[in-house]
């Protein structure tokens, strides 16, 4: 089983599998009429680490920091997704032996 998908093929086998757009979305959406809130789906958390980790990856602590946190967020988001979705996402997981 190849493991390395590109984000489009990981993002068309959920959608085909049925998963919402809600749990997959990555977008900014206006808040009020000044502000903007980055609406967390699982292209938000992938986006996010892709940004974030190569500021970190020099510093084995500040690395361990980093996984930790985004780990605890990226659970946090993961058990908020509508029962289904989650269902989907670790079947994915199994399928693909990551989890």
């Not at 997959?24 to 967390?40: E, T």
Request: charged content about 30%.
């Amino acid at each position: 089983m190849n493991i390395f998908t590109t984000e489009e093929e990981a993002n068309a086998e959920l959608r085909a599998a049925g998963m919402t757009l809600v749990s997959m979305d990555c977008k900014y959406r206006w808040i009020g009429q000044v502000s903007m809130d980055w609406v967390h789906g699982l292209g938000a958390l992938t986006k996010r680490f892709s940004s974030e980790f190569p500021l970190v990856k020099s510093d084995k602590e500040a690395t361990d920091s980093y996984i930790s946190k985004y780990r605890t967020d990226a659970e946090k988001f993961i058990k908020s997704m509508p029962e289904n979705d989650q269902t989907i996402y670790n079947n994915y997981l199994k399928k693909h032996e990551l989890a």
